[in-house]
């Protein structure tokens, strides 16, 4: 593939800036992948082409206005935007129009990005699928919630998405599809106009091909300039090796993926330790699932109680469950959250960032579900950053990905060190 949809957005950045491409020349490719794929992936729930390609003429013609100029970018459709339809993936909703941006949209237009289009959610985020397919092989999940963007960006059609995270809907979705997934720190990127699914948990994320793209983006939304990796580390990142509790229910491949890392970087002279969760920490997927569903029936009373029979059977199942959990536990379940963020200091001694698996393997066959979250329910509720870099890939074909965990707010210091981890181990897709 020689298209401008394959180029980094880095360096498609660096590209436009220097006159070397256009920005109508970049959003015409990715239109070209889309229409050669999405038959077959279905990552869309709405494009806008023209409305897309004026933008993209308009930037050509006019001075850079941020660090995302003329770059196109895709967003989840659980994020309202102005000019489009948002449907949170729910008939409910089907053509609704929002009277305003999200904020991370108007701040993802305010830098120079170009919306083409918005990418298919599950249900209001959570578990029923909505109709994309994996790109490696559409016989299997892309994975959830943020299905769309992690397949778009997989597959060249759009070199940024924007996802987010409850349980696990950037990182495993990044992982199934084979590109970089980073879920910042629990509030660093705005949630307002963001449909609220836990006000406790939700999170934005970004959906990239490298590292720096991840970074670029919510470098750009943010403000937070310190994000972007414009050199490399001046020292190798001190990784923990940390299986969780979970250990036990990962695949065999992605034990290997693990084991396999830990392996090479030992023998490139990086400073490893195996790093064991306290016992507190046992508790952590339990007390995550059970916040999760109390705040979803909570946060969907009007569907649910106005509009049941439109929602699946699925969701109904899943918020009459959180209506049965006993309010002491959900308080004992955040409870337990804040007394384990307040140790979280103690697991990363020794360590800058720590590496754990992004799921429990290589993406499942089928397209009724959107596999397991378990791998990264404890550290959504532990608020810190993480990125799922791919490494791997299964027997099947699939690619396998590790997630790379920091301390909360360490969100620089965690992708640069992501960064090195995925040059030093993995697949970097340009």
Not at 78 to 91: E, K, L, W
Not at 197 to 216: E, H, M, N, Y
Not at 218 to 231: E, N, P, Q, S
Not at 268 to 292: C, E, F, R
Request: glycine share 10%; proline share 6%; charged share 20%.
């Amino acid at each position: 593939m020689g298209a401008l949809n394959t180029l980094s957005a880095v360096e498609a950045v660096h590209r436009l800036a220097e006159g070397k491409i256009t920005s109508e020349a970049l959003v015409r490719d990715c239109f070209e992948r889309i229409d050669a794929r999405e038959a077959e992936v279905q990552a869309w729930q709405h494009l806008e082409r023209e409305a897309a390609l004026k933008q993209a003429r308009a930037a050509d013609a006019g001075p850079r206005s941020g660090v995302l100029h003329g770059l196109p970018v895709g967003i989840k459709d659980i994020v309202d935007t102005i000019d489009m339809p948002t449907a949170y993936g729910s008939p409910i909703y089907a053509g609704h129009r929002p009277a305003w941006d999200a904020s991370c949209v108007a701040l993802t237009r305010a830098a120079g990005g170009i919306v083409i289009g918005k990418t298919v959610t599950t249900e209001f985020a959570t578990v029923h699928p909505g109709k994309t397919r994996n790109p490696h092989n559409t016989r299997h999940t892309p994975g959830g919630s943020s299905s769309g963007s992690a397949a778009a960006v997989a597959d060249y059609m759009v070199p940024l998405a924007l996802g987010s995270q409850t349980g696990g809907s950037v990182i495993r979705p990044a992982a199934f599809c084979g590109v970089v997934g980073y879920k910042p720190s629990f509030g660093l990127i705005s949630r307002v106009g963001v449909k609220a699914l836990s006000d406790t948990l939700d999170t934005i994320g970004t959906f990239a091909r490298t590292v720096p793209d991840a970074a670029l983006f919510v470098a750009a939304i943010t403000g937070r300039r310190d994000l972007m990796i414009a050199k490399p580390l001046s020292a190798k990142p001190r990784v923990g090796i940390c299986r969780t509790y979970e250990w036990k229910q990962a695949q065999p491949e992605m034990m290997a993926a693990l084991e396999a890392a830990a392996k090479k970087l030992a023998a490139a002279g990086v400073g490893l330790k195996d790093v064991n969760l306290p016992p507190t920490y046992a508790s952590l997927v339990h007390a995550q699932t059970d916040i999760m569903f109390v705040e979803q029936a909570l946060s969907l009373a009007y569907e649910r109680l106005t509009r049941g029979s439109q929602l699946s059977e699925r969701l109904r199942g899943i918020l009459e469950a959180g209506l049965k959990v006993p309010l002491e536990r959900y308080d004992a379940a955040q409870a337990l959250a804040r007394n384990c963020r307040r140790t979280l200091t103690e697991v990363f001694v020794g360590c800058d960032v720590l590496l754990a698996p992004s799921a429990p393997g290589a993406a499942p066959e089928g397209l009724g579900g959107t596999g397991d979250p378990l791998f990264n329910r404890m550290w959504t509720l532990l608020r810190v950053p993480c990125v799922n870099i791919p490494v791997a890939t299964a027997a099947n074909g699939l690619p396998v990905g590790l997630q790379v965990i920091g301390a909360f707010g360490s969100d620089a210091q965690t992708l640069a060190a992501a960064r090195w981890l995925h040059e030093a181990l993995g697949v970097c897709r340009t």
